[in-house]
């Protein structure tokens, strides 16, 4: 099946740093990526919307400035968190979906704590 | 605008019993999705089930079901034989018509006992 890989899977960093996380479709192409956000025991909160080869489309209320994602190939989607603060630590994880539309799936996530 | 209920913040059941997590949804779209994944401490989402909206009959994947019914808009999983490696968070989320982006409830967080 499709598999999607995220990395780096847990990162630590200190506060004003910039924090990169890659997301890749390994097997199938993807032209849509998604970046959810989950804080520790609640649900998944949608961040954006990649599109390859263009702007990505954030989510009422996400700042576009302090997470910059590019998707600059069919396979290829990078969040990353600019001068990353405490409040941004988080667990950050992207999906995508294949030729069948009826699964979507998840890499397996990057845990962000901020210092 | 659309919108996923899981009213259920946890759930325990014995194992080899049955468990249904419940799941309500709103959406004046004609055409969606609904999707349930596990998602252990690991944070990893595992997919487990599908309902397209013009299905006609509930899925099933194993020991997973779906009891989908539309003008209730619930979409409830049925667990069945419960297994100690069950004990997870559960979510369920609604695709949007024409996309694939997903919108999440709060999640059930099932623990199976002995």
């Known amino acids: 099946g499709a598999v999607v890989s995220q990395h780096p899977s847990r990162v630590i960093c200190k506060s004003g740093t910039s924090v990169k996380i890659e997301c890749r479709s390994l097997?199938?192409?993807?032209?849509?990526m998604f970046w959810y956000r989950q804080f520790p025991k609640q649900s998944l909160m949608l961040m954006a919307t990649?599109?390859?080869?263009?702007?990505?489309?954030?989510e009422q209320g996400v700042e576009k400035d302090k997470f910059l994602i590019n998707h600059a190939s069919l396979t290829l989607s990078t969040l990353t968190v600019t001068s990353a603060h405490p409040e941004d630590s988080s667990f950050y994880i992207c999906?995508?979906?294949?030729?069948?539309?009826?699964?979507?799936?998840f890499g397996s996530g990057t845990q962000l704590s901020v210092l | 605008a659309q919108k996923i209920t899981q009213t259920q913040p946890g759930m325990f059941v014995q194992e080899k019993e049955a468990v249904t997590l419940d799941c309500t949804y709103d959406?004046?779209?004609?055409?969606?999705?609904l999707f349930w994944y596990k998602q252990p401490s690991s944070g990893e989402m595992i997919f487990l089930i599908y309902?397209?909206?013009?299905?006609?009959q509930n899925a099933t994947e194993g020991r997973y079901s779906l009891n989908f019914q539309k003008a209730r808009k619930s979409a409830n999983l049925v667990i069945s034989a419960s297994q100690l490696g069950d004990s997870a968070m559960y979510l369920c989320?609604?695709?949007?018509?024409?996309?694939?982006?997903?919108?999440f409830g709060t999640g059930t967080r099932l623990q199976v006992f002995p």
């Open positions: 097997d199938f192409q993807a032209t849509t």
């Open positions: 999906s995508a979906s294949g030729t069948d539309h009826e699964k979507l799936f």
């Open positions: 990649s599109n390859e080869g263009s702007k990505a489309t954030y």
């Open positions: 989320a609604m695709r949007e018509a024409n996309t694939d982006k997903l919108i």
């Open positions: 959406t004046s779209d004609p055409s969606y999705g």
């Open positions: 309902q397209g909206s013009y299905d006609q």
